[in-house]
């Protein structure tokens, strides 16, 4: 009816240019093919709706062409998006994640978490072919996992990295700069800012007091000129907390070399930070601890690390916030 009445004007004005072009339009936008994906948004490292990371997470079913990554990261506009579909070749759920700025993100953090989450809350039996342990498959290597659930019924997902390789301490006077901060609010005597790695090598920093965190203000353009020199990707500030008996420290992440100014939630970090509290003495082998991110950002997060001999878990929950359909 509406190609009907659409050529009955289009008979009368036919003269006139502008119909023509909205007829072409119309039967344009009417006959192209269009591929719609199931997505969800997840708060991450949280048990609570409005806190923790945001994160998108989309259904894929099979592996995309790259541009189409990039294009759906940079329309969500979170830190990251994670794609993800069951793998019969891999007997596991395959997970990608992409930044706004089309990097590629590896390792076990919030990307990874969430996606495994997901999976959980929709009843999904994505170990239904794994006997002896429960992983995922990330940039064709896979991670290990261990899944409880909290009194919530929420699925609580452990993931492992690593062991943390160390680097020597840098100079706070190098690093100060880059955080607007002065040297001297940077620790240096029994831990000292190293250049850490488990999955991923990240700057960590120990502060003084969560003051001298929450003052912080990165410059970027240093903060990328350090990374280039030094190794690493982002920059992980943390002030060990005194008298707070629910978490061991309080972080800030800043990557601005990807994208992401800051971060309410780094699980990739938290590894690194953990290994480098390990190797000071300042935390046990097989001891839960647990560090708050994302205070400044008015999204906190919980992220739980343990350092064990088979390398570094970090842990967490993750709850639904809304769902939909993306068209490409």
């Known amino acids: 009816m509406l190609k009907s009445l659409f050529n009955r004007y289009l008979a009368i004005y036919k003269k006139f240019p502008a119909f023509t072009e909205m007829r072409d339009t119309y039967l344009t936008f009417k006959y192209t093919k269009m591929t719609s994906y199931k997505y969800y948004v997840l708060d991450v490292f949280t048990t609570e709706r409005y806190k923790g990371n945001q994160l998108a997470v989309v259904f894929t079913g099979t592996d995309l062409e790259l541009p189409v990554y990039e294009n759906i990261a940079r329309e969500f506009g979170y830190s990251e998006t994670s794609f993800m579909y ?23 953090g919030h990307n990874l978490l969430g996606a495994v989450c997901l999976a959980l809350l929709l009843d999904s039996d994505i170990f239904h072919e794994q006997e002896n342990k429960q992983f995922v498959i990330m940039n064709d290597e896979a991670i290990d996992l261990s899944v409880s659930y909290t009194n919530d019924h929420l699925p609580f997902v452990g993931m492992r990295q690593r062991p943390a390789i160390i680097g020597p301490p840098l100079d706070p006077k190098i690093i100060a700069g880059a955080l607007t901060l002065n040297p001297d609010e940077i620790l240096n005597e029994g831990i000292a800012a190293s250049v850490v790695k488990t999955e991923v090598a ?24 350090l990374a280039v020199k ?50 000071k003495q300042l935390i046990q082998q097989n001891s839960a601890y647990q560090v708050l991110q994302g205070v400044k950002m008015n999204h906190p997060s919980t992220i739980k690390f343990e350092v064990t001999t088979e390398g570094i878990w970090i842990s967490g929950s993750s709850v639904i916030v809304m769902e939909g359909m993306i068209h490409v």
């Open 230 to 279: 030094y190794g690493f990707e982002g920059v992980y500030c943390f002030a060990i907390l005194n008298g707070d008996a629910a978490h061991f420290a309080q972080a800030r992440f800043f990557n601005p070399g990807i994208g992401i100014d800051e971060d309410a939630a780094t699980g990739s970090a938290a590894g690194p930070m953990a290994g480098l509290l390990f190797q």
């Open 202 to 225: 990240h700057l960590m920093v120990p502060l003084k007091s969560v003051e001298i965190l929450n003052k912080a203000v990165p410059e970027k353009a240093l903060l990328i000129e």
């Open 86 to 108: 069951y793998s019969k070749e891999h007997k596991a759920l395959k997970v990608r994640s992409f930044t706004p700025t089309g990097f590629e993100i590896t390792g076990a």
